[in-house]
Every structure is written in structure tokens, then in C-alpha cells.
T-cell receptor, first 113, second 113 residues
Framework: GAGVSQSPSNKVTEKGKDVELRCDPI?????LYWYRQSLGQGLEFLIY????????KSGLPSDRFSAERTGGSVSTLTIQRTQQEDSAVYLC???????????FGEGSRLTVL | QKEVEQNSGPLSVPEGAIASLNCTYS??????FFWYRQYSGKSPELIMS????GDKEDGRFTAQLNKASQYVSLLIRDSQPSDSATYLC?????????????FGKGTHLIIQP
């Protein structure tokens, strides 16, 4: 596609529910990144993929968070048993290769009640 | 802990003047540096990248890099009200992208008409 596409744009869920956030990167971009931005805060790096591989999961805030990427394209970030502190905007970005310029999607705003 | 520091502002500049945004970083091995603009409620948008010491100009924007001082700046000439936004400095750490870009918390710029 022309840009990074994320869905849903907004998600309101109840505490304890699972959520899935989807990212479709720019076509041809091999690297894909997930960041989190809480209200008024900076960007917190979560995880990156080079192809389908995520070599380092240590940036994920807890074991309730997981991510996968299939076919070297679409990625899904899953948050299990959501907590109120998970409320944030989840941003996906892609780059042509690892270490290149990042292009961001519009984000998925998650609100946990 | 690799850090990127920015003055949070707000930085208030009269319309038509030069806005100067500054950033320092801790990872001496960093090689790639980026400036992003983020409007309220929107995702970060890439403005410029810079890789070599010195100045790089693109329209009204000039990025300046001094690796010895671990300092990068962004100048905006002929500031317009539409330039009012949060400007994020981002640094590619010496790991080459393995932990994404490290972002500063951003400087909130206000251009006064």
C-alpha cells in the first residue's frame, strides 16, 4: 500500500479482555517496528521484525504482550488480559531495511476501562 | 541505557523567525539521526535524516550534526503557524537498528502569528 496501515484506529475494551492490533507495512519494507506512546509521553520501543523474525522481545512490557509477523508483511500485536496501564497509542512503523528511515502508521488508540 | 535528550518546551517563536531545536544523545557510536514532527493526536512524520557531520538543508529546514559533541539540531527558517507541533529527535543506536530508533520526548514548538 501507499503507507503503513493500522487497525483498528480506536479500540475500547474492558480490563481483562484480549486485544489484537494489526499493522500492514509499506510494500517492500522488510523491517517493521512497534512502539507505544502514552498520553503526553515519548515513544517506547516494543519490538521489531526483520522479515518474519523478531530477534529481541525484551522491549515488550510484560509476558501479556506478544507479536508475530507472517509472510514478511502483516504484523499482529496481541495484548492478553489487558490492564488499565496498557491504555496508549500503539504505533507501527516500517522501513526499507533495518536501520533505515521509519515511516509510521496512524496508530491504534487503545483504551482499557 | 541509551538516551536522547530534548528540552520539552514549550518553545515559543514569532512567525517568520528562526526556530532552533536541539537534541543530545548518549550513544557515541550512533551513526544515523532523524527529526520527526508530530501534530497533536497524529503519528510522527519524518522531516529529515542526517548521517554526516555538518549541515543538511531541505527547504526551510536545516539539520545540523556534531558527532564529537553528540549533538544534533533542527533549524526552521521563516517559521509558520503550521509548524506548531512537537518535534522528535531520533537516533539509530550503534546496534544498527536492533532496538529501533531511540526517540527523545520531543520539544513542543509554538509559532505565534
Amino acid at each position: 500500500g501507499a503507507g503503513v496501515s493500522q487497525s483498528p484506529s480506536n479500540k475500547v475494551t474492558e480490563k481483562g479482555k484480549d486485544v489484537e492490533l494489526r499493522c500492514d507495512p509499506i510494500s517492500g519494507h522488510t523491517a517493521l517496528y512497534w512502539y507505544r506512546q502514552s498520553l503526553g509521553q515519548g515513544l517506547e520501543f516494543l519490538i521489531y521484525f526483520q522479515g518474519n523474525s523478531a530477534p529481541d522481545k525484551s522491549g515488550l512490557p510484560s509476558d501479556r504482550f506478544s507479536a508475530e509477523r507472517t509472510g514478511g508483511s502483516v504484523s499482529t500485536l496481541t495484548i492478553q488480559r489487558t490492564q488499565q496501564e496498557d491504555s496508549a497509542v500503539y504505533l507501527c512503523a516500517s522501513s526499507y531495511n533495518l536501520g533505515g528511515e521509519l515511516f509510521f502508521g496512524e496508530g491504534s488508540r487503545l483504551t482499557v476501562l | 541505557q541509551k538516551e536522547v535528550e530534548q528540552n520539552s518546551g514549550p518553545l515559543s517563536v514569532p512567525e517568520g523567525a528562526i526556530a532552533s531545536l536541539n537534541c543530545t544523545y548518549s550513544d557515541r557510536g550512533s551513526q544515523s539521526f532523524f527529526w520527526y514532527r508530530q501534530y497533536s493526536g497524529k503519528s510522527p512524520e519524518l522531516i529529515m535524516s542526517i548521517y554526516s557531520n555538518g549541515d543538511k538543508e531541505d527547504g526551510r529546514f536545516t539539520a545540523q550534526l556534531n558527532k564529537a559533541s553528540q549533538y544534533v539540531s533542527l533549524l526552521i527558517r521563516d517559521s509558520q503557524p503550521s509548524d506548531s507541533a512537537t518535534y522528535l529527535c531520533a537516533v539509530l543506536n550503534s546496534g544498527g537498528g536492533a532496538d529501533g530508533l531511540t526517540f527523545g520526548k520531543g520539544t513542543h514548538l509554538i509559532i505565534q502569528p
